[in-house]
T-cell receptor, first 115, second 119 residues
Framework: GAVVSQHPSRVICKSGTSVKIECRSL??????MFWYRQFPKQSLMLMAT?????????EQGVEKDKFLINHASLTLSTLTVTSAHPEDSSFYIC???????????FGDGTRLSIL | AQKITQTQPGMFVQEKEAVTLDCTYD???????LFWYKQPSSGEMIFLIY??????QNATEGRYSLNFQKARKSANLVISASQLGDSAMYFC????????????????FGKGTHLIIQP
């Protein structure tokens, strides 16, 4: 079945560091990928929709200058958390779908801890 | 108002029993999709089952079935013959189609149900 790979799985870094997270669709082309954030014991919240070859669409309340998204190819989207602070510590997870209206397949997520 | 409501924050079930996880949704979009995902403690999101708003029959996938009652806007997940490995968080999610322009759109998740299967 469709597989989505996310890297790294865990990041621990100092406040002020920028962190890049990669999301790859391994066996299908994804014109659209999605980035979610999940705080402990909470649900997943959609942050942004990553569109290949165009600007990402951000959900209300998500700072686009803080969370930079690049979708340069049909198999790769990256999320960069710029100048991360402790409040950015969370579980970030991406998803992709190989066709419209089909179930989204998720990466394994990235646990980001900012000290 | 919440678009996806899961009223059971936690459930304890005996192994081999069937379990029903509740999910109600709110949308005025005539075309939508409903999903259930399992999230073990390791964090990955595992797709379980999908129901489209126009599907005539309830979806089934192995031990998972979806009790879709469109008029009541409910999409309960039924797990038959529960196993210890079923212990996890379970999330109900929805994707609305019309408001997205007909293309791919992100999912709206419920708060989840923490299911614990006891031996």
């Amino acid at each position: 079945g469709a597989v989505v790979s996310q890297h790294p799985s865990r990041v621990i870094c100092k406040s002020g560091t920028s962190v890049k997270i990669e999301c790859r669709s391994l066996d299908f082309q994804a014109t659209t990928m999605f980035w979610y954030r999940q705080f402990p014991k909470q649900s997943l919240m959609l942050m942004a929709t990553s569109n290949e070859g165009s600007k990402a669409t951000y959900e209300q309340g998500v700072e686009k200058d803080k969370f930079l998204i690049n979708h340069a190819s049909l198999t790769l989207s990256t999320l960069t958390v710029t100048s991360a602070h402790p409040e950015d510590s969370s579980f970030y997870i991406c998803s992709a779908s190989n066709r419209d209206y089909q179930p989204q397949h998720f990466g394994d997520g990235t646990r980001l801890s900012i000290l | 108002a919440q678009k996806i409501t899961q009223t059971q924050p936690g459930m304890f079930v005996q192994e081999k029993e069937a379990v029903t996880l509740d999910c109600t949704y709110d949308t005025s979009d005539p075309s939508y999709g409903l999903f259930w995902y399992k999230q073990p403690s390791s964090g990955e999101m595992i797709f379980l089952i999908y129901q489209g708003s126009y599907d005539q029959q309830n979806a089934t996938e192995g031990r998972y079935s979806l009790n879709f009652q469109k008029a009541r806007k409910s999409a309960n997940l039924v797990i038959s013959a529960s196993q210890l490995g079923d212990s996890a968080m379970y999330f109900c999610a929805m994707r609305e189609v019309m408001y997205s322009g007909g293309g791919a759109d992100g999912l709206t998740f419920g708060k989840g149900t923490h299911l614990i299967i006891q031996p």
